[in-house]
Nanobody, 117 residues
Framework: QVQPVESGGGLVQAGGSLTLSCSVS?????????VAWYRQAPGKEREVIAT????????HYTDSMRGRFTISKDNAKKTAFLQMNSLKPEDTAVYYC?????????WGKGTQVTVSS
């Protein structure tokens, strides 16, 4: 079964940047299939950051995430990205990628992002 694989997490100082990747190799994107980025901080619920539709690249952001986070994709590599700038300690969380392929939602195992003050 196809499973998204996240990478790019790590430890960064406040104010720094990171780019996360989500590889969905082996998956086939059709129609309005999409990739989404979520995060879950300790003791909090998982929250959506942004989504990108694979065919036309349309993007949607949660209002609180707009501005510092940018979602993008590389069709040839079947990889989505999340560029994160001006990181804050409160951005510390496990970041997850999900791919909706032909109506089925597939989740990655997540990548830890830790922002030190």
């Amino acid at each position: 079964q196809v499973q998204p694989v996240e990478s790019g997490g790590g430890l960064v100082q406040a104010g720094g940047s990171l780019t996360l990747s989500c590889s969905v190799s082996g998956g086939t994107f059709v129609g309005d299939d999409m990739v989404a980025w979520y995060r879950q901080a300790p003791g909090k619920e998982r929250e959506v950051i942004a989504t990108i539709t694979w065919d036309d690249g349309s993007r949607h952001y949660t209002d609180s995430m707009r501005g510092r986070f940018t979602i993008s994709k590389d069709n040839a590599k079947k990889t989505a990205f999340l560029q994160m700038n001006s990181l804050k300690p409160e951005d510390t969380a496990v970041y997850y990628c999900s791919a909706v392929l032909v109506g089925q939602t597939l989740w990655g195992k997540g990548t830890q992002v830790t922002v030190s003050s």
